[in-house]
């Protein structure tokens, strides 16, 4: 695993790898280079490559496309006409039937993924920017162990360890309830990389000395000082382990048991093993799919500046 | 409070000035104390949620349950170190299902590289248009719970009225996308939905970095649009391919929620089909020593294939 450090580290070094939004200039921004687009192109090699494009977002697009379609038919007709355009319009009675579906417990599903984001991602940014930041900025023993052992974590993935995990719970005696899913979900050494890398990137060492003649102690400057010099960087980092909460399956499946505590993945998945037997209406299912893509295709196409320098920043310069 | 003020300014006019220097200078005491109250809350949580539960499977592991054959006492656990490790290697569905996902990595890994890698190299192309729209509709679906995508595709494949189906009825054309075949490929498509516009992005972020000197310097050198992506470009970027291809062998070596929720559609998906599915089943068996030792098996097949990765695409480039 070690191969992939240098990959991984290289990112730190390059100070181009600026947080989102910071300044220009905050690092030697390359020269001005010959725009790819002036480059000529063909219009036979323009027509191809435009061609494969839209096939291949056809690809990734038309599924989705199909879900909401069918979120609008109502009930009796799933799958009644074209599976690719509306008939038997009824969404708004669709999601009234879905909220009202055994006392309301798809909202309580949606409530708690959001508590579980929201709280897990909250902590766990505040988290990793203490981290990273002291990483980035001071020296202390143990410290290029502590970043060796977060680049580790990043390449093994935490679904390994659920099932211990799990085991460990139950000897402490917090499956169950909210902290086991919470616990587990705060800890993001992606964050820390990131946040190592903002922190390196984003808050000058002048800035800090500058503070500390000022007779600031070190805590404030964190919190008053660089935590907001690192705020646009905070955001991806949040963003990150916001999708990562939401969407895991795994780790609450284990650990919760009352339906009340679910998220609304587990929820889902709950019912979808239900419709076989028929307790559930099929629809019904599909329906909250439906509903539960809307906030995070929502939240991505509004934050895109935030994710896209995030994968850019992580995992490349 | 106060202390803690009159202890901060460490750093004279002089260290100011060349602060880079003094904060590489050994023997800063005080702000390394600081510096461990930051970093304490991570270093705590990170071993309760990570050391902890790798110490505890495999110490679990080392045990055997002794049932009562009469079933008069309960099960008591005796330490066995060997025990678990052998049943696994030797119990044949645990092992399918490593071949499976062996399979499964072999194929769908480097299909859905290719297919990220190209996309990048199109969309990073001089002749495309619409650069924006494209980069997004291939990142939606990563914006997509992998359970909720899973359980679209369980739809979309359903046996008896599959709307792809629907739609290839006038071509004369039935997929049983579930069936005994094609399941394996019908998951690996799931995953190649959701995951290619993630690893095109990273691709595509390291083309974006790639000098435009380097580029102009190939066109001026009479290349070839097809012979710079392949001989400039894709060199250039091969550490953020490498990268994305590590992320997704491990991400083959954990393969549960796409392969588990459509396992309500179909019987061709067992519960035993992937190792983190065969280790969740022996916890509903209540054999948590085995399930450990199947946790840690896969842990170290998914850490020496890293390593092996690692070793042989670096031997290569060297």
Known sequence: MSAAAPALADAGARPDGAAPG????????RAVRPRRDTVESTVGSRVLVTGVLVLTSVYFLLPLWWLLVAATKDAGHTFAGSPLWFSHFDLFGNIADLFAYKGGIFALWLGNAGLYSIVGAGVGTLVAAATGYAVAKYEFPGRRTLFAVVLGAVLVPKVLFTLPLFLMFSQVGIVNTYLAVLLPSIVSPFGVYLARIFAASSVPDEVIEAARLDGANEGRIFFRVSLRMMSPALVTIFLFQFVEIWNNFL??????????????????VSWNALVQSGQIERHMVLVGAFVAVVPLIVAFLSLQRFWRSGLATGAVK | MTSV?????????????????????????????YALWFVAPFVVLFVGVYVAPICYAIYQSLFRIERDPLGLTPPTEVLDPLFNYAAVLQDAAFVASLGRVLLFGAVQVPLMLGFALALALLIDSASARGKGFFRLASFAPYAVPTVVSALMWSFLYSPTNSPINRLLEPAGITVDFLGADLTLWSVANVVTWGWTGYNMIIIYAALQGIPGEVLEAARLDGASPWRTAWHVKVPLVRPAILLTAVFSIIGSAQLYNEPFVLSSSTGTI????????AAQSSITAANYPYAAAQSVVLALGVAVLSVLFFRLTSRRSS
């Open chain 2, 5 to 33: 003020t009159s202890s901060t300014p460490v750093l004279t006019p002089a260290g100011r000035r060349d602060s880079r220097a003094a904060r590489r200078a050994p023997g800063r005491p005080r702000t390394a104390r």
């Open chain 2, 270 to 277: 067992g519960p035993q089909y992937t190792p983190l599915m």
């Open chain 1, 22 to 29: 910071a300044p220009a200039g905050g690092g030697p921004r």
């Open chain 1, 251 to 268: 780790l609450p499946s284990q650990v919760l048991i009352d339906e009340q505590l679910k998220p609304v993945t587990v929820g889902l």
